[in-house]
């Protein structure tokens, strides 16, 4: 059999002409985003870009999956930021320090989880709570930085929560500083408008590429360096790329160490889970029909994130924007994840001083960009249109985050989701264990599901299914249950889907005494009465 080395120098030697352009393309994307990803984080800037060259370079050989790129997400800025502030306690210097201490133990923990197999787990959460988590997640992104690209002195949001955040929005409007605000409303022009140009060219000129050079060249029309503007700080102070032990593992004891664990359980479930959607979702796109070891890669991902704490790295994980556009770049093997790395260690080797020139308001155009797209109002649309309990899981999920954090949030989506299977029929034996009964017959398996398929014993259905020949022929027989939800019904297609990728079939069996809560082929199904 041939190893695994061997095959990546054979794809190497296949693909890198390829690899090597789509990794260029998507270093250019990714530089300015792990830039502002890291400041919004309340790390030095430079660290962001750090976090994505360990991602390429010593990641991507190791990873599970072969056309997603790693590095420092827009989903984690609230935990990170939240981390650095509540554990230096308004000492920022210190507060990384103490966070990066953090990012190395949960890196650990992910290596252990990945060793464990427990990528399947992901799975368990239903899909309306995770949507809302980032949706909330966009939201509290938007509610900070729209101040920055209003030229409004950090002082006035520091140390604001995210509903207080909003609510000073009115005020930094009729407060701005001009030119910066010029920079940051000509960013947003750019960054939403350009993808509705139809044109061939221009689609294939990253924004936030567009974005960077515009802000430089304003920022120095402007006069941003200026000492008039000191106080609303407009330009990038990256801080210095160099390699040094910066991690403190203090937060382990006294005081500090409910926060520390707060902290480790955010960064260990968050960060996996938005990595292991994110390579779900990858191999969906994926034109080769590539299927990733998910725990491989969670394996990877956490080692990378001990890498990073320990040079002073935020968390990273396979970022789904970055990795959609390596796929539309032509990218084919992990090499372009590689070379993408590659290409970042030379921006910063050889452009730190173009990197000073950055105004804040450009970076914080981008991150309100990536902010909406998590809030975008059309996923509001889109769970209404699935079914009204998902849109109100979906926005429980939302309001608590913004009023508490993220892991209550999810908790309260769960925890409502749970409620309502319960009042929709589930049997309380059926609420977190499968009844099911498999059967072969005339040359096909027959499985049967009894009183509920829900998000929340999934894992027990999937766990049966993935012991059959992905060539069999199967057929899923649901008519005994009371509820089958939407989580199930979403994933049911993307099993169907990897039954036909590998030569086989599953069917699902018309539910003849079932409705379906709304018209969405994969709305949740409820037995008549």
Not at 163 to 192: D, N, R, Y
Not at 231 to 257: E, I
Not at 430 to 458: C, H, P, W
């Amino acid at each position: 059999m041939e190893s695994q080395q061997s095959k990546q120098i054979g794809s190497f030697r296949t693909n890198w002409t390829k690899d090597l352009l789509s990794g260029f393309l998507v270093s250019l994307i990714a530089l300015p985003l792990c830039l502002g990803i890291a400041g919004a984080s309340n790390f030095p800037p430079i660290m962001g870009v750090l976090t994505a060259i360990i991602g390429g370079m010593l990641v991507a050989p190791l990873a599970g999956s072969e056309l997603t790129i790693k590095g420092p997400a827009a989903g984690l800025i609230v935990i990170v930021a939240g981390a650095v502030e509540e554990l230096g306690r308004g000492n920022n210097e210190l507060g990384w320090k103490l966070a990066l201490g953090v990012v190395l133990v949960a890196g650990a923990i992910q290596v252990v989880l990945g060793l464990l197999k427990v990528a399947k787990l992901s799975d368990f959460f239903p899909l309306s709570a995770v949507h809302g988590m980032l949706a909330a997640i966009g939201i509290i992104i938007m509610s900070k930085q729209i101040h920055w690209a209003l030229g409004v002195n950090p002082a006035l949001t520091k140390g604001k929560e995210p509903l207080e955040l909003l609510a000073l929005v009115p005020h930094s409007l009729s407060h701005p500083t001009v030119p910066i605000a010029i920079i940051g409303l000509i960013s947003l022009v750019i960054l939403f408008g350009m993808p509705k140009i139809n044109n061939p060219i221009v689609k294939k000129i990253p924004p936030a590429l567009i974005v960077l050079i515009v802000g430089v060249v304003l920022g120095q029309v402007m006069g941003l360096n200026g000492a008039q503007y000191a106080d609303v700080k407009p330009l990038v102070n990256p801080g210095d790329f160099a390699l040094g032990f910066n991690v403190s593992f203090a937060g382990m004891t006294g005081d500090l160490l409910p926060i520390f664990l707060k902290y480790l359980l955010m960064f260990a479930l968050i960060g996996s889970l938005e990595s292991l959607l994110t390579g779900k979702a990858i191999d969906i796109l994926d034109p080769k029909q590539n299927k990733s070891n998910l725990s491989k890669d969670l394996f990877a991902v956490g080692l990378g994130n001990m890498a990073s704490g320990l040079l002073g790295g935020l968390p990273m994980i396979s970022e789904v924007a970055r990795s959609s556009a390596n796929i539309n770049n032509g990218g084919q093997s992990r090499w372009a994840n590689f070379f993408h790395g590659v290409f970042l260690l030379i921006f910063v080797l050889a452009l730190t001083p173009i990197i000073k020139m950055i105004p804040m308001a450009s970076l914080a155009a981008m991150l309100i960009y990536v902010g909406f797209r998590l809030a975008n109002p059309k996923e509001f649309a889109h769970m209404w249109h699935i079914g009204r309990e998902q849109l109100a899981i979906f926005m429980v999920t939302i309001i608590v985050t913004l009023a508490t954090d993220l892991l209550i949030g999810i908790g309260a989506g769960i925890a409502l989701k749970l409620a309502i299977e319960l009042i929709n029929g589930v049997p309380l034996k059926n609420l977190f264990r499968a009844d099911t009964e498999m059967k072969y017959e005339n040359g096909q398996y027959l499985l049967k599901i009894n009183g509920a398929g829900v998000f929340s014993n999934y894992l027990g259905i999937k766990k049966t299914l993935e012991k059959l020949p992905k060539e069999a022929q199967v057929v899923i027989d649901a008519n005994n249950t009371y509820y089958v939800d939407h989580t199930v019904m979403e994933n049911l297609h993307h099993l169907q889907r990897e039954f036909q990728q590998s030569g086989g079939k599953m069917i699902m069996e018309a539910l003849v005494n079932h409705k379906p809560v709304s018209d969405h082929p994969f709305a949740a199904l409820k037995k008549s009465k």
